[in-house]
């Protein structure tokens, strides 16, 4: 598995996986409640998932302020549109990538995710303010209603890196554990295949033993909850852990 | 998943998956004490693997006073050939066949496991011998070297089934994480076409997954070690069942 670096360097120096603790409070207060709450389960990286952020005008003032709390752990920005599952938003797609610069050019955060299926120039202005910055940009893919096949994901895999990804995420809903063999299959392909790291999940409850031990099959990182959850499937950073250490022991000892 | 039952009755009432610990003492009194050790672990199922045992003459006396010994666990009977990952051993074919008449006869244990592999006569001489005492007969194939592509192993779990195996059982050895994702795969298919229950695992290291997992893709028994392991990969019945635990935790949340 590829680590996922920031300025050349791992996070958590290079654990697999990284354990990633999204956000989804409404208001400045909230988050930053949350986000006390969340470090207590001492995640790998911190998730603000802004689309649920009731305040955009506030948002790189209150993203400082998250960096802050959050000391040495990194902020993940990621402000997911509707159609791939995030909250509704007035936001058009201009004021979508504005945001996306202002938190860049602010550096108030370490990563940031946008989604690859934006139109191809607002791909770029995203990746270049990022990489201006040092902050390493996720290109992800969402499918809440599917798992297509292993060729359109790994097409996926592969679009985010040559679009100037650091980081290639896809998350799929599987009718059945078929689909969950599917994605873990077009994970282990594109984490051969890629110079850069991938993180993938099958969602809901079918999906979720994905987020255990999609490790063992390439992916550099899973959500966890620490306060809240963001996304159907999604289990508790304790649960999480006590899962991985012993499936790590089990494959360590053989 | 479909439970395995002995008489009609499923195993600890239909629990999924079944954890069977081995037994693989090379004397009556060693065997007496492993399966007291074993039997605090609280398995579903005990397997004795009689190849380990150095009296085959006292195979049947032995098995009476082990089945007298677990109580309401059930008994698997297990001679497994050096082809396929046994001991070595001085019986002959015709002898093995013998050993298992007279197990069957004697009924001291409820389950037999007896490897497809074995001339049809052969196969269908314990069947029939099981079938007259009211036992349960595993039918299985094992791969030490690779595993075989996802129709070779589809045809395994059919011919189990064919054969008249009330259990099919197909155990692989992966040289890859894709190679746990053919043995996931073509276990799901088995479990989805096959009227019979099937047990799988993909040993070794890279493996254990699917000795911790195996049941969400339909394997109905998994094998973990109460007192000491029989194949590569196994991991101890605690470290088991937390897991199983966990992820049907998650897998019930969703």
């Not at 949350?34 to 952020?53: H, I, S």
């Not at 270049?128 to 599917?146: D, K, M, P, Q």
């Not at 359109?152 to 969950?180: C, H, I, N, Y």
Request: net charge neutral; aromatic share 4%; glycine share 10%.
């Amino acid at each position: 598995v590829k680590p996922i670096a920031i300025r050349g360097k791992p996070i958590a120096g290079g654990k697999v996986p990284l354990i990633c603790a999204p956000l989804v409070a409404r208001t400045r207060d909230a988050l930053m409640a949350e986000a006390q709450v969340v470090l207590r389960a001492k995640p790998d990286v911190v998730e603000w998932r802004v689309d649920f952020f009731s305040k955009p005008g506030q948002v790189v003032d209150t993203a400082r302020a998250l960096k802050s709390a959050l000391g040495a752990t990194p902020l993940l920005f990621t402000r997911r549109s509707p159609s791939e599952g995030g909250e509704a938003s007035d936001l058009d797609a201009a004021e979508v990538v504005s945001l996306y610069e202002a938190v860049c050019e602010a550096r108030c955060a370490e990563l940031v995710d946008f989604e690859m299926g934006n139109p191809a120039g607002d791909v770029e202005k995203v990746v270049v303010a990022a990489n201006r910055s040092g902050i390493a940009t996720v290109l992800s893919y969402h499918n809440f209603r599917e798992t297509p096949p292993v060729s359109m994901l790994a097409e996926r895999f592969a679009t985010a890196q040559e679009l100037g990804g650091e980081v290639a995420k896809v998350a799929v809903m599987p009718k059945s554990m078929d689909d969950v063999l599917v994605l873990l299959g077009a994970t282990l392909k594109g984490s051969q295949t890629l110079r850069i790291p991938v993180i993938s999940m099958s969602m809901g409850a079918l999906g979720s033993l994905t987020r255990m031990l999609g490790w063992a099959f390439g992916s550099a990182l899973t959500f966890g909850i620490g306060a809240s959850g963001s996304a159907p499937g999604q289990v508790s950073i304790e649960d999480l852990e006590a899962v991985i250490a012993l499936a790590r022991k089990a494959m360590q000892r053989g």
